[in-house]
C-alpha cells in the first residue's frame, strides 16, 4: 500500500501511543473525521492497524513498519540513544550498522570525526550516509522489503570477511533474563556474526522491548559491551 502523508501521520501517531481517536486525529492532522475514518479503514485493509469504536489500535509491532516509517516513531526516545551511542566514536573508525530506524540518528554524529567509514547490509542507511558522503560498504544479499535490508548467505558471507572496529545493533526484543532476540532468522544471524566479528558491540533498545521473547536468539546481553536503553 502506498501511504499518504496523511496516512503515514496517523501511523506515527498510532506508533507513539498504541490508540488513536477519530475525533483527536481530525483537529490535529485538519482533516473531516469522515476523511480519517476512510483512512483507517484503508489502512486496517492492509494490515496496519485495528479499528475500534471512535478510533483505532495497534495491530503490527514497531519492526512490521517499513523501516522508513518506524524512522518516525518514538523519535525522540531514539534521538536520545543516539546521542548516547556517540561515544563510542573516534577519528579512523570501521563501524557497522546493522537494518535500523533507530541506528540512523546516530549518522548526523558520524560528521564529527575523520576517517569513518561504514559497513551496514541496509540499503536504508545507504542513502542517508550517501548524502552525507561517508564512504561504505554494502552487503550483497537478498532485499527485504520491509527492512529495505540484504540478508541472506551473501550477506553473512561477505560481513564474515570483516572486521569492524564497532558495531551498533538496533534487535527486536531483550527479555528478563538478558537474551536478545529477533522474529527474523536471516536478521538474528547477521546479527550473531557482527557480534563475532567486532572489537566493541552496542545494542541501542528502548524500553518497550524490554521483557519480551521473539523466536531467534542472538545473544545474551552480557556478551555486549554496551546496552543503551531509554
Known amino acids: 500500500m502506498e501511504?499518504?502523508?496523511?496516512?503515514?501521520?496517523?501511523?506515527?501517531?498510532?506508533?507513539?501511543s498504541g490508540r488513536v481517536r477519530v475525533s483527536a486525529l481530525s483537529r490535529e492532522l485538519f482533516f473531516s473525521e469522515m476523511?480519517?475514518?476512510?483512512?483507517?479503514?484503508?489502512?486496517?485493509?492492509?494490515?496496519?492497524?485495528?479499528?475500534?469504536?471512535?478510533?483505532?489500535?495497534?495491530?503490527l509491532s514497531e519492526f512490521e513498519y517499513p523501516v522508513s516509517l518506524r524512522s518516525e516513531i518514538r523519535k525522540e526516545q531514539k534521538k536520545h540513544l543516539a546521542q548516547q551511542a556517540a561515544k563510542y566514536l573516534s577519528d579512523g573508525?570501521?563501524?557497522?550498522?546493522?537494518?535500523?530506524?533507530?541506528?540512523?540518528?546516530?549518522?548526523?554524529?558520524?560528521?564529527?570525526y575523520k576517517g569513518i567509514r561504514v559497513v551496514t547490509n541496509s540499503v536504508y542507511l545507504l542513502y542517508h550516509l550517501s548524502q552525507m558522503h561517508v564512504p561504505v560498504f554494502l552487503t550483497g544479499g537478498?532485499?527485504?522489503?520491509?527492512?529495505?535490508?540484504?540478508?541472506?548467505?551473501?550477506?553473512?558471507?561477505?560481513?564474515?570477511e570483516i572486521n569492524p572496529d564497532v558495531a551498533f545493533l538496533s534487535c527486536e526484543a531483550l527479555s528478563d533474563d538478558g537474551r536478545v532476540t529477533d522474529s527474523d532468522e536471516d536478521?538474528?544471524?547477521?546479527?550473531?556474526?557482527?557480534?563475532?566479528?567486532?572489537k566493541v558491540t552496542v545494542l541501542l533498545m528502548d524500553r518497550s522491548k524490554i521483557g519480551t521473547t521473539c523466536s531467534y536468539d542472538i545473544c545474551n546481553a552480557n556478551e555486549l559491551d554496551g546496552v543503551i536503553l531509554f
Open 142 to 160: 537478498k532485499y527485504n522489503e520491509i527492512e529495505q535490508s540484504l540478508l541472506g548467505r551473501q550477506a553473512e558471507a561477505f560481513l564474515s
Open 187 to 198: 536478521i538474528a544471524e547477521i546479527a550473531k556474526i557482527a557480534i563475532k566479528k567486532s
Open 93 to 112: 573508525q570501521l563501524l557497522f550498522f546493522n537494518s535500523s530506524s533507530t541506528l540512523a540518528y546516530i549518522l548526523p554524529y558520524l560528521a564529527d
Open 35 to 59: 476523511t480519517i475514518r476512510r483512512d483507517l479503514e484503508k489502512l486496517e485493509k492492509a494490515g496496519l492497524l485495528k479499528r475500534t469504536h471512535g478510533g483505532a489500535i495497534e495491530n
Open 3 to 16: 501511504l499518504n502523508e496523511r496516512q503515514r501521520a496517523i501511523l506515527k501517531k498510532l506508533g507513539d
